[in-house]
């Protein structure tokens, strides 16, 4: 299904922009006519939901212009719920404007998180950051699709989300949606660039400082880095 998917995205977006490049999960980076652009894309995120059946997985597709992130769509298409951005023009759920949640005290927060993928140390360093964010937060929650994850940040429907280990695919058009819905989204490190830096934590931008507090490690996490070439 992965395959299949991806394989309908890359013809149809190559047909409507064939000088494109593309950063797409299964086939990795494919050059393009015009170094420029590029279209970053999961064409199933949430695959092990798929998988058993579980109704909440994605396609995730943003437009990268220039190392910047211009255009983005993520799409649940068991809910028929198209969360959308452009750059600069706001965050859109089918046709209704997304804001960020105004929740401001982390006892009434609700965030999202997912678990590193196949790596002992990196969890063995992620579980008590998860207790302390769970000692105060109003609860969390692992759904496992950080895309529809992000979508649900920039709709208020969570108040934040994090994640290490994630791939630009995963996260790609989620980070325009939060920003573009008015939330914040740095790395947990503090870093700038959560498209490719490995750690993701997104937010309604008047919970980001509490919650940075609990889960930030105390050194940087070296998980390796993604080029963006």
Request: aromatic share 8%.
């Amino acid at each position: 299904a992965d395959t299949k998917a991806e394989q309908i995205l890359f013809d149809e977006l190559k047909q409507v922009r064939p000088d494109f490049g593309f950063l797409i999960e299964e086939r990795g980076e494919v050059a393009g006519q015009t170094p420029r652009f590029r279209w970053v894309v999961d064409p199933l995120d949430g695959t092990t939901n798929f998988l058993h059946g579980l109704p909440h997985w994605a396609v995730s597709i943003a437009c990268e212009e220039a190392g910047k992130i211009t255009a983005a769509v993520v799409y649940d298409p068991i809910k028929d719920e198209l969360f959308w951005a452009e750059r600069g023009a706001g965050a859109w759920k089918n046709n209704n404007r997304l804001r960020v949640s105004a929740r401001k005290a982390i006892d009434e927060a609700l965030v999202g998180t997912g678990l590193p993928p196949g790596d002992t140390a990196a969890l063995d360093d992620y579980i008590p950051r998860l207790q302390k964010l769970m000692d105060k937060a109003a609860a969390v929650r692992r759904l496992g699709s950080a895309a529809l994850d992000l979508a649900y940040v920039a709709a208020g429907r969570y108040d934040g989300f994090f994640e290490i280990g994630l791939a630009p695919w995963d996260v790609a058009a989620g980070v325009l949606l939060v920003r573009e819905a008015g939330g914040m989204v740095t790395e947990i490190d503090g870093g700038e660039d959560p498209v490719y830096g490995r750690t993701i934590l997104a937010t309604n931008g008047m919970l980001h400082r509490d919650i940075n507090q609990l889960i930030r490690p105390p050194a940087k996490i070296k998980l390796g880095s993604t080029p963006k070439t």
